[in-house]
């Protein structure tokens, strides 16, 4: 299995990276009765096993650290949408782009609503994009209020942005794209 097909712990437990030992056991308790297979309305076995085992990994403090140490490398693969090479002129690519970023920041919302903001050179090293060509794509989406800048200065998508990505966008169970880049259907 290589990193782009590694579960992420983090997700599975709804988590941010940042939870502690508390926080872990909470969600994870709290996840673990909802979606016990014993449980009538929402029993599910293969999510509690997912979580069962995001469980054990992120509440062993040596397993933790482990995976912690490749937790950065596999979200990048997890996120790679497209290589330099490809960020050129092309409007289609230009739309891929666009499409990347708003996933990604929907993503950042989804996993933390206290602190939903990217940063520039995050976002850079998230799409493997230069800034160059970031710029104009943020620029395009703050114009047509998809997305804003954090009081800390970070971007993050706005209410709009998120009905933009439910309404143009699908959410594969891989977790590697949550917009179908190139779509017909989009129009940013």
């Not at 602190?115 to 230069?130: I, K, S």
């Not at 954090?150 to 998508?157: K, L, P, Q």
């Amino acid at each position: 299995m290589d990193d782009s097909e590694s579960p992420d712990h983090y997700e599975t437990l709804q988590l941010s990276p940042r939870a502690d030992g508390d926080t872990i056991n909470r969600v994870f308790r709290h996840l673990a009765k909802r979606l016990h297979p014993d449980n009538a309305e929402s029993g599910d076995a293969a999510a509690f096993k997912r979580v069962m085992e995001a469980f054990q990994v992120l509440s062993d403090p040596e397993l933790r650290a482990a995976y912690d140490a490749n937790y950065e490398r596999m979200r990048e693969a997890r996120w790679r949408v497209f290589d330099r090479d490809t960020a050129c002129d092309d409007v289609d690519r230009d739309r891929r782009i666009r499409s990347a970023l708003l996933s990604v920041l929907y993503a950042a919302r989804r996993n933390d609503p206290e602190r939903p903001g990217l940063g520039g050179v995050e976002l850079e090293r998230l799409l493997d994009c230069p800034e160059e060509h970031l710029k104009f794509h943020v620029w395009y989406l703050k114009e047509n209020q998809l997305i804003q800048r954090t009081e800390s200065g970070a971007w993050a998508i706005t209410a709009a942005g998120v009905d933009h990505v439910l309404e143009h966008g699908r959410t594969p169970r891989t977790g590697l794209q949550l917009l179908a880049g190139g779509s017909k259907a989009m129009n940013l």
